[in-house]
């Protein structure tokens, strides 16, 4: 299974965090796969070490995943969690009060934004 954290938006616009799996399935010498995901785009981005973004809304849906260093998001309620290379996220709060994020780590932070449609 692979971990992945949803942020998104209820009905009074306020942002959370989900977290959830995805199922993966033995395919044999060439590992464990999901099911296919549609996709739209892929688009790579960096960041300056002192990103740190006032509440915003995720532009479109789309699955983020971190390359490297550190950030954390806070909702709109101020639940705040800290994510690092590796992690996986589906930010969906394209709507609503939004969330903010920043960097942790003082370096220039790498990931790659693969929107859906």
């Not at 971190?66 to 909702?75: F, M, P, S, V």
């Amino acid at each position: 299974m692979v971990k992945v954290t949803k942020v998104y938006s209820d009905s009074k616009g306020d942002s959370h965090f989900k977290d959830y799996e995805i199922n993966l399935k033995e395919k044999g010498e060439i590992g464990f796969l999901s099911d296919r995901i549609p996709a739209k785009e892929v688009i790579f981005r960096t960041v300056e070490p002192s990103y740190d973004y006032d509440f915003h809304n995720a532009p479109q849906r789309q699955y983020i995943i971190l390359l490297d260093g550190e950030i954390e998001i806070e909702t709109s309620l101020g639940e705040r969690r800290i994510f690092s290379g590796g992690d996986i996220l589906l930010v969906e709060d394209i709507e609503g009060k939004g969330h903010k994020t920043r960097n942790i780590q003082n370096i220039e932070r790498r990931s790659v934004f693969i929107t859906l449609p």
